[in-house]
């Protein structure tokens, strides 16, 4: 079974400032990674995923991570928050096989202040 | 294109009740996948159904039932609600069943069991 695990709950950051969101997952088999955002009030929308190839992967809107399979590790940054990022994030992993199953950590909520 | 739609979008229920959620998946695809998540938590995967088969469930009690209709759209039953099902509701569509491709979300039911 996969499982994932988002160290910080809540992340407060200045605008124009850098950022990084943690996050680790443990699983037996291959797995797709992916970030979803979420807005307050709305559904997911997914950030960015690595399938495979470059471990580095990136979104539209500056935000990119890094694939780490001997740290296990997915985590999400951007060189420059705006007020408009602040929203809570969701790191998940499937399997790359079978079925769509995501497994989803806690969430980070980021705080972007002026 | 619209996205993946659901109804209602909040409603209120009373302990032992039942509960019928629907979700209409974005034109084109097959596979509807169901979610749960409660409040300061990731979303926990409940269902997937593609071509109106189950294809995968979750660690739910069976008082968590779903099905898929020929026009792809998905409804999820919840029988003998407890409080402890207060939470909002995603479905997620996608082309297929497996593989990298990206899940949509829709912006949730939000169920309150009182």
């Known amino acids: 079974a996969q499982s994932v695990t988002q160290l910080d709950s809540q992340v407060p950051v200045f605008e124009e400032a850098p950022v990084e969101l943690r996050c680790n997952y443990s699983?037996?088999?291959?797995?797709?990674l992916f970030w979803y955002v979420q807005y307050p009030n709305q559904g997911l929308q997914l950030l960015l995923k690595?399938?495979?190839?470059?471990?580095l992967v990136e979104s539209i809107n500056g935000f990119e991570a890094e694939f780490n399979k001997s740290q296990t590790s997915f985590h999400l940054r951007k060189p420059s928050v705006h007020i408009s990022d602040t929203a809570e994030y969701f790191c998940?992993?499937?399997?790359?096989?079978?079925?769509?199953?995501?497994?989803f950590g806690t969430g980070t909520r980021l705080l972007v202040s002026p | 294109d619209a996205g993946v739609t659901q109804s209602p979008t909040h409603l209120i229920k009373t302990r032992g009740q039942h509960v019928t959620l629907r979700c209409s998946p974005i034109?084109?695809?097959?596979?509807v996948s169901w979610y749960q998540q409660v409040l300061g938590q990731g979303p926990q995967f409940i269902f997937q159904?593609?071509?109106?088969?189950?294809?995968g469930r979750g660690n739910f009690p069976d008082r968590f039932s779903a099905r898929q209709f020929p026009n792809y759209s998905s409804e999820l039953n919840v029988n003998a609600l407890l409080l402890g099902d207060s939470a909002l509701y995603l479905c997620?569509?996608?082309?297929?069943?497996?593989?990298?491709?990206?899940?949509?979300f829709g912006p949730g039911t939000r169920l309150t069991v009182t």
């Open positions: 998940a992993v499937r399997e790359n096989t079978g079925f769509q199953k995501l497994v």
């Open positions: 159904y593609y071509e109106k088969e189950e294809r």
């Open positions: 690595y399938l495979s190839g470059s471990t």
């Open positions: 699983s037996s088999v291959s797995v797709y």
């Open positions: 034109s084109g695809h097959k596979s």
């Open positions: 997620a569509s996608s082309p297929w069943v497996a593989g990298g491709q990206e899940q949509y």
